[in-house]
């Protein structure tokens, strides 16, 4: 597919053609900043790291009504779906990924009516990264600062334009409906943005070497090493929750008036809660069992099932641990032990 | 929005009939049901061994192994041990009311693989409800299987599950049912002690014989040493596993023991493939 070019004068003109669709974009919330619909006249705002929280929030919302039903009635309905399909514009990389990865979840099997709309009704605009943050790890886990895995578009700063790569058909739908305010890009603008994501990927500081690790992870069960990485967790969630491929959840039904609906919301493994039987007994009843069962299942289990590391080295939960529980510093610890 | 074939949207069974089974603290009430909608009433299939998500709207849903085997009719059993909030619930129900059911799930007891084998069943307490499709099901097909020998124990003769239909049994040449309570009653013609014991005491031949134990941990634990010790290979030993299930397909997290998912690759286990993974007798 041609590659594009678009003046970042032109961004507001551009997004101004997709008014048929919700586009979602990074947005500040207080302190975070998450994927957000873009209000009236406003400008996308595409100078960022990365958000805090991911976008996985659009095709895996943090809660969500699957079913409804009217109190005192048996009969239960499936909640209507989004009327409109959604632009996630600004998507770095990483997030992106993720979301194939959990596409091997939500469609293995059964589909997962729900998450398969969300995800069909999604077009994937990315920005390809030129300033890593200081803790990722993309390009150990098989992704990079450029990776185009998971986007329909993908997004190069070139100074004052983006370089436009259409990669997939809804990209190619979304690059039409844009036509006007996109020029053809020159082999130079390509050049360009090679060097760029050369440039980036080689900025990346922290890596780690995975191989070995998926096929002999679990033979370290009872090694000392899983008390000594929990020690210091609280239990907090924080980097499950805010985890791009992580995609456990809950069930809960709840009742206001007449009204019921049972609804999903985002689950995390590191809580005490989430395998504690109803007899009281708990199989994971500590956070070693706990941080032992995170870590293998995102670079063990995932890769038996669905051949992919559950981990997109995004960094998000190095950043946000309040007590610096670092997921590189656990795996160092485990090829040490292999 | 897919709304046929949405696998979270569960159908509606009336009660036809419900009574208790133990009572006390962690009472256990079993459940006849009968699916509301023909069509589903006529295509339901399962086999024995396999769960399914029973609730109601607003309380929730809890996984329930089905304790009738498709043998026995076009209606499910359900026997609930109250626990928690919507196993309390359900021991509110009586006959004539109406709960959602969603399934089956999960995979089930090789029962045509045991075909012209002596079948042995070693549950304790609540354990009974996963093994009762395999007795009724050999029950059902005889002249495919050898010996059915039962061995079944609870706490004390109040804990006892389908206690009626167990002592009915009839031991002949071929079938017979042993069972145990952890303390001495008065008019307690059976054995005293746990069933790990029982089980030597049956001291069932390992020869052309499948083993298949459910029961709280501790008790599968001795039960699987003593299968062992009576030289049961680990390929002629089954258990169920259960953990705590959310969605029942594969997709909230939750039930992982090791790689495996219960609600998929489970709830039944062979002991081969169950000692490979560590967390399975967590």
């Keep these: ?338 | 929005m897919r709304e046929n074939g949405n696998p979270y949207k569960p159908h509606v069974a009336s009660i036809e009939d419900a009574w208790y089974e133990t009572y006390g603290d962690r009472a256990i009430k079993t459940f006849k049901v009968v699916f509301d909608d023909e069509e589903i009433k006529e295509s339901w299939e399962h086999r024995p061994g396999q769960c399914a998500m029973i609730g109601l709207p607003g309380v929730g849903e809890s996984m329930i192994s089905i304790s009738s085997s498709p043998t026995e009719g076009k209606f499910l059993r359900f026997s609930v041990m109250r626990m928690g909030k919507v196993t309390q619930a359900l021991h509110e129900l009586e006959p004539g009311d109406k709960i959602t059911v969603r399934g089956p799930y999960g995979n089930s007891f090789p029962v045509d693989e045991w075909k012209g084998k002596k079948i042995i069943t070693i549950g304790g307490g609540i354990g009974q409800a996963p093994l009762r499709p395999i007795i009724e099901y050999v029950k059902a097909n005889r002249a495919d299987y050898e010996d059915l020998t039962i061995i079944y124990g609870s706490r004390t003769s109040g804990d006892l599950c389908f206690k009626g239909e167990l002592e009915e049994v009839t031991s002949t040449d071929d079938v017979s049912c042993h069972l145990s309570i952890d303390v001495e009653e008065e008019n307690w013609q059976h054995y005293v002690g746990f069933v790990p014991s029982l089980l030597m005491e049956v001291n069932p031949s390992p020869e052309n014989a499948i083993a298949i134990t459910c029961g709280p941990p501790i008790m599968i634990r001795f039960v699987l040493e003593n299968l062992k010790k009576l030289n049961f290979e680990d390929e002629q030993i089954y258990t169920t596993l259960e953990n705590r299930m959310k969605c029942g397909i594969g997709k909230c997290g939750r039930c992982n023991a090791g790689n495996l998912y219960v609600c998929k690759d489970g709830p039944v286990f062979n002991y081969a493939t169950l000692k490979q993974v560590p967390e399975s007798f967590a």
């Design chain 1, 1 to 338: 597919m041609e590659s594009l070019k678009l003046s970042k004068e032109k961004l507001g003109d551009f997004v101004s053609k997709l008014t048929d669709k919700e586009l979602l974009v990074p947005q500040k919330e207080g302190e975070a900043l998450k994927f957000a619909p873009l209000a009236g006249e406003d400008m996308p705002e595409l100078d960022y790291e990365n958000t805090s929280v991911p976008p996985k929030n659009a095709v895996f919302p943090h809660t969500e009504t699957m079913l409804q039903f009217e109190l005192g009635k048996m009969d239960m309905q499936v909640a209507a779906g989004d009327e409109k399909e959604k632009v996630l514009l600004g998507v770095r990389p990483c997030d992106a990924r993720a979301m194939v990865i959990i596409d091997n979840l939500f469609t293995w099997d059964v589909d997962d009516p729900y998450y398969v709309d969300k995800r069909e009704k999604s077009t994937v605009v990315g920005l390809a990264c030129h300033e890593p943050c200081s803790n990722c790890f993309c390009t150990s886990v098989g992704g990079g600062p450029a990776s185009t895995e998971g986007l329909d578009v993908l997004l190069t700063d070139l100074g004052d334009s983006y370089l436009v790569q259409p990669l997939s058909e809804k990209g190619e739908v979304l690059c039409q409906a844009g036509a006007d305010v996109l020029e053809k890009a020159s082999d130079a603008d390509i050049q360009g943005a090679e060097k760029a994501h050369e440039e980036a990927a080689n900025k990346i500081s922290r890596h780690i070497d995975t191989a070995g690790i998926p096929e002999n992870l679990p033979s370290l069960w009872e090694h000392e090493l899983w008390e000594e990485v929990s020690r210091s967790c609280l239990g907090c969630g924080i980097c499950t929750f805010l985890c791009p491929p992580c995609h456990c959840f809950d069930m809960q039904d709840e009742v206001e008036g007449f009204e019921g609906r049972r609804c999903r919301t985002w689950d995390s493994c590191m809580f005490s809660e989430y395998t504690m039987h109803a007899s009281g007994h708990n199989p994971r009843h500590s956070r070693r069992e706990r941080t032992r069962n995170r870590i293998n299942h995102k670079y063990s289990y995932y890769v038996d099932k669905f051949d992919v590391i559950a981990c997109v080295g995004c960094g998000r939960c190095i950043n946000l641990c309040p007590v610096n529980i670092d997921i590189l510093d656990i795996l160092s610890k485990v090829r040490e032990a292999l």
